[in-house]
């Protein structure tokens, strides 16, 4: 598996993946679940971090933000990431790291492959087994963007309707509603590696754009179809990790 990707380029949006460190389930806690999203606020706050979509599982959280070239993202993940470690380490006397090396992230088109995205985001503990419906898990973005709460609100609602491409919140609750009840009835719902591998997903000519704007960094990467759309891909170079079950087929052949 690649060292993790965060190249950040301003108007983008970007989906961000962070793991425990070694996959531990350091967030099984509602209420360290509930302090990332805190902190996320936080950042909101005071980076004026733009926030999509959201959702904190028991071992990795994902992100949805979208770049305004001020280097909030950055600072912000250093917050959230930093504060939460600190926190959790301090109450259970716990040395060590508490997220892998690096967080992820990839270049998401705007319009519909964003929506995809974000219903791929919605849609992750149902994949776990966790939950029937993304409704039922406090910590997600999908029962911000469908009832959003009288304070603390993190999701930028006006951000969200605008890279979508649609008229108004109204549109955006029907229409989100829908696509995840669409993937719910069609049983669509498996995890796909493009939208956390990959250094950009879209239609040909944005992925294409993406790798220029990333020069050198992204010189050498291939561009392949994937599904509806185009991914920029990151080299499958294997450095010295834990990986669970899922990631065998990357580990090098023992000797």
């Known amino acids: 598996m690649p060292r993790a990707n ?29 302090y990332w999203r805190s902190r996320l606020y936080e950042a909101r706050k005071r980076y004026g971090l733009c926030v999509l979509n959201y959702i904190v599982t028991r071992n990795h959280v994902h992100l949805l933000v979208r770049d305004q070239g001020l280097g909030e993202i950055t ?8 504060r939460t470690g600190q926190a959790f380490n301090r109450r259970k006397n716990r040395k060590g790291a508490f997220w892998e090396d690096r967080y992820h992230a990839t270049a998401v088109e705007s319009g519909e492959h964003l929506a995809r995205c974000l ?18 898990w406090e910590s997600s973005g999908y029962r911000e963007i ?9 999701i930028d609602l006006e951000a969200l309707v605008d890279a979508l491409g649609l008229d108004d919140i109204v549109q955006l609750r029907d229409s989100h509603r829908r696509w995840v009840e669409d993937r719910l009835i069609s049983g669509t719902v ?13 239609s040909e000519a944005f992925v294409q754009r993406v790798q220029q704007e990333m020069g050198s960094d992204a010189r050498f990467r291939t ?7 185009f991914c920029l891909k990151e080299p499958e170079t294997p450095y010295k990790a834990v990986f669970g079950a899922e990631m065998g087929p990357l580990r090098p052949p023992e000797t």
């Open 6 to 34: 965060r190249h950040f380029l301003s108007g983008h949006v970007w989906h961000i993946t962070h793991r425990c460190h070694e996959r531990e389930f350091l967030l099984r806690f509602a209420r360290d679940r509930r």
């Open 75 to 82: 600072r912000s993940m250093q917050l959230i990431a930093g």
């Open 119 to 136: 219903v791929y985001i919605d849609l992750n503990m149902v994949r776990a087994g966790a939950v029937a419906h993304p409704g039922d």
């Open 146 to 154: 469908q009832a959003p709460p009288d304070r603390y609100q993190v």
């Open 190 to 202: 498996l995890r796909n590696p493009v939208w956390t591998r990959s250094l950009a997903v879209g």
């Open 223 to 229: 561009i392949e179809h994937a599904g509806a759309g």
